[in-house]
């Protein structure tokens, strides 16, 4: 039987969207081929890769006349064209990135349509913003990685560490607000009466709940030998120091140390008001996990940044496995809660890292941001940067963090997942219960019996 969603709405069969689409696809294969002649391969590889997303519905559907709207193949290809037509419009990134939004959008709905995943147009467009930033995110570090270990000049062209930051950083910015703008006008598209679909997509067959690696944390916690209780002592004494830190920053007038403090006991709080106020309780783990990165982070502030060696870059993956986890539960709960949603683990494992791509993004500008305010008022940074080096460093270690907390996270975070799913269902619609498995319901019970017979 056939189906229809409201991705669906991207793709048109009518003869005049098809005449222009199937116009565009030809103007890019052309430019394409200029480019391979003119041997730009990337422009070329560029070419080729639009033309497969763009026609991939007419392809898999077996029906030339269904493209995707007009509209969307035009904004997808503005930066072939503008390379060669409108090269110096197109020196400014703007345009560029709102078409990776464009690129995005396709590429996301033609997995909805033709893979196992689910998505609905909300959830579609949330990717789309993560996605371009992540992918400037990426760009940038690949063109880093290839100038220091190979020697090429695509960022680290001669210019100081600080100009090249900047200018990274601006690149950021374009990013930023070409995806919140791509996402603000895919919105009104799909809200718009003329973006009424007529293609009918072929039905999947019948999923079931997404099968996650069902082990609840006890295992891990029986490997790291350590109690729930001396976990929450652990938590304590490391929220103690962190009030400790801000005495001492008051006494010095240290600014910068006593606001991360105040910070960091702000956070490390909020795990005991989630418990109390929704009713959804948090393992032990997770929360010393918390607490210990931004503990590590204050001590950091207050001089371990400067006299210990790679102590940054032990924060910043410390501080993306954190948020990592926070993207897998909150995803995974959404993909628990609504039917419309279906996300394979492997899928994920992609989403928790373009997730964490693009919160670093957020990071850097607001790091750059700040550090500019405050040499502009005379005052110390609160947050700072050191370059261009320092800065692709911290976002190598991001990933290298967000791999880490997405590989485990099956393991270690459905329990929340879960209970988040269930507070949803509450919220949202009191009649659609939603239970916690039983293996994660009892947890805390294998965990003592294991230790019982250790």
Not at 245 to 273: E, M, Y
Not at 406 to 433: N, V
Request: hydrophobic share 55%; net charge negative.
């Amino acid at each position: 039987m056939a189906r229809k969603d409201i991705l669906g709405r991207i793709l048109k069969d009518t003869s005049i969207n098809a005449f222009l689409s199937w116009a565009m696809v030809l103007l890019v294969l052309m430019l394409g081929v200029l480019s391979l002649m003119d041997y730009r391969l990337t422009w070329f590889m560029l070419s080729v890769f639009l033309v497969c997303i763009i026609t991939a519905p007419a392809l898999l559907l077996r029906k030339l006349s269904i493209m995707p709207s007009w509209y969307f193949v035009m904004l997808a290809i503005m930066p072939i064209v503008g390379s060669t037509t409108a090269y110096h419009f197109f020196t400014q990134s703007m345009p560029v990135y709102l078409s990776v939004a464009t690129i995005a959008l396709l590429l996301t709905a033609e997995i909805s349509w033709f893979t196992s995943v689910r998505m609905n147009d909300k959830f579609a467009i949330l990717l789309v913003v993560i996605t371009t930033l992540a992918m400037s995110s990426l760009w940038h570090l690949l063109q880093w990685m290839l100038d220091v270990n190979f020697g090429t000049t695509f960022l680290l062209d001669g210019r100081s560490q600080e100009a090249i930051n900047a200018a990274v950083m601006h690149e950021f910015m374009y990013a930023t607000a070409a995806g919140i703008a791509a996402g603000i006008l895919f919105g009104l598209y799909f809200r718009s009466a003329w973006s009424a679909g007529n293609v009918e997509l072929p039905p999947k067959g019948s999923m079931n709940a997404p099968e996650y690696l069902a082990r609840p944390p006890a295992p891990i916690r029986r490997l790291l030998g350590i109690s729930d209780d001396k976990q929450r002592l652990a938590t304590g004494m490391m929220q103690a120091g962190l009030f400790l830190l801000l005495i001492i920053a008051i006494i010095i007038s240290d600014l910068h140390t006593a606001l991360n403090a105040i910070a960091g006991l702000t956070v490390t709080f909020v795990p005991s008001f989630i418990t109390r106020k929704y009713n959804i309780s948090l393992d032990p783990g997770l929360t010393l996990w918390i607490t210990l990165a931004i503990f590590m982070d204050a001590l950091g502030t207050f001089g371990f940044y400067d006299n210990v060696a790679r102590w940054d870059n032990l924060t910043h993956a410390l501080s993306a496995s954190v948020i990592a986890a926070a993207g897998y539960a909150l995803i995974r709960a959404i993909d628990i809660h609504t039917d419309e949603i279906y996300i394979p683990p492997r899928v994920l494992f992609l989403f928790i890292l373009l997730f964490v791509l693009a919160t670093g993004v957020l990071w850097e500008i607001l790091e750059f941001l700040t550090d500019e305010l405050t040499a502009e008022l005379g005052y110390k940074a609160v947050l700072a940067q050191h370059g261009i080096n320092d800065t692709m460093t911290d976002m190598s270690f991001n990933l290298l963090g967000a791999a880490f907390a997405a590989t485990w996270g099956p393991a270690y975070l459905s329990d929340i997942s879960y209970r988040l799913a269930r507070k949803f269902g509450e919220i949202s619609a009191p009649d659609k219960g939603i239970e916690v498995p039983e293996e994660y319901r009892q947890a805390d019970t294998l965990a003592d019996g294991l230790k019982d017979n250790e």
